[in-house]
């Protein structure tokens, strides 16, 4: 049993992946490992891996545990694995018996720290947890664990391996990390542009707080000639992956979105990730482990990347030290309407 912590980009999913085909036995034809996701994409982006890693073991069936896919009553599952969203899977092993959960061998949680921090999710993972075999191999996955998410694994999981990383160890050394001083929106637009006049950028994803901030942005970065896509909490399942698809085949340089995109997804070209606002909690205060998720749809697999905070208040400023200081990472000031400064960035 393991809980298992890494930063983003560093290979969880691959790890994870080569540990649940490894313990199929494709002579017997019922569901054995389990992998949960909190979200349709990051479900359908692990089972890309797993397909792409399960090519030379061509017996081992997947299936898909997500919206959309359906069961017949009364029928049986005969997939050696199943990736999907906990409600989903609970439908199948619990509410139909589409399969047997107690013939689980492993059960794989990904984004642990997510699943176990929504209480909806948290139910529904406890849920399925009590069907499972106690032999059953437990495997939690997260860049992130606060002390409570940390506590309610060590309870779930039985002596299990714990792989954890120090703070200043969450947040990746190649990845830079710089904030700008700006007095409005439009000189957080502005200090973009000079950016963008002056080091040459791959993809870039642009985080902002609403989606209103959001195609404000899309609007004026289309004006002047830039590709962009908005990803937002109001489109449905099937428009995100396609946005997704499209920026990832490189269609759109610059992807805008809410908070709907910090976790997981993986774009390898992305250079920059901007912070057009601070990522913030419902009362206000820095969101430490949202910035660390934000950030680290760069600098994936040991290449440079830059984060870009843009400030606009003393709040926004507070919000950016705390994180400094939760992190023990310096966070480095650039002023955008220096040239040079802004070339040593892209050097």
Not at 136 to 152: H, P
Not at 183 to 211: L, M
Not at 237 to 264: C, M, P, W, Y
Not at 274 to 279: A, G, I, Q, S
Request: proline share 2%.
């Amino acid at each position: 049993n393991l809980i298992a912590q890494s930063q983003s980009g560093t290979g969880k999913t691959a790890a994870f992946v080569l540990a649940m085909l490894s313990r199929v036995d494709t002579s017997l034809k019922f569901p054995q490992v389990l992998c949960l996701s909190p979200t349709y994409e990051l479900a359908i982006q692990t089972g890309e891996v797993a397909a792409k890693m399960a090519q030379f073991c061509p017996d081992i069936q997947l299936q898909y545990a997500v919206r959309g896919e359906e069961v017949a009553r009364g029928a049986k599952l005969a997939c050696h694995i199943i990736i999907g969203t906990p409600g989903k899977i609970l439908d199948w092993g619990v509410k139909f018996r589409a399969f047997d959960l107690k013939k689980v061998r492993v059960f794989v949680l990904d984004e642990a720290d997510v699943m176990i921090a929504t209480q909806g999710h948290q139910d529904q993972c406890i849920r399925i947890h009590k069907h499972l075999a106690k032999d059953c191999q437990m495997m939690f996955f997260s860049a992130t664990y606060e002390r409570e998410v940390m506590e309610f694994a060590e309870y779930i999981v039985e002596n299990p391996m714990i792989i954890r990383l120090k703070r200043e160890q969450e947040s990746l050394n190649n990845i830079k990390q710089y904030y700008v001083r700006c007095r409005s929106q439009d000189e957080k637009y502005q200090a973009i542009q000079n950016i963008y006049g002056v080091i040459t950028v791959g993809q870039a994803i642009i985080f902002c707080h609403t989606r209103k901030t959001a195609s404000w942005l899309a609007g004026k970065m289309s004006k002047d000639g830039h590709s962009v896509a908005v990803l937002s909490g109001d489109l449905t399942v099937e428009q995100r992956l396609a946005v997704l698809d499209r920026f990832r085949q490189g269609h759109e340089k610059v992807l805008i979105t809410t908070n709907v995109l910090s976790r997981g997804i993986d774009v390898e070209q992305v250079t920059i990730v901007v912070n057009f606002d601070m990522p913030m909690d419902q009362q206000g205060q820095a969101d430490c482990e949202t910035y660390l998720h934000r950030i680290g749809r760069t600098g994936r697999f040991g290449k440079n990347g830059i984060a870009i905070n843009l400030v606009d208040s003393e709040k926004s400023m507070d919000i950016c030290r705390t994180i400094e200081g939760h992190f023990l990472k310096q966070i480095h000031h650039l002023d955008a309407d220096n040239v040079d400064e802004i070339e040593k960035i892209g050097s």
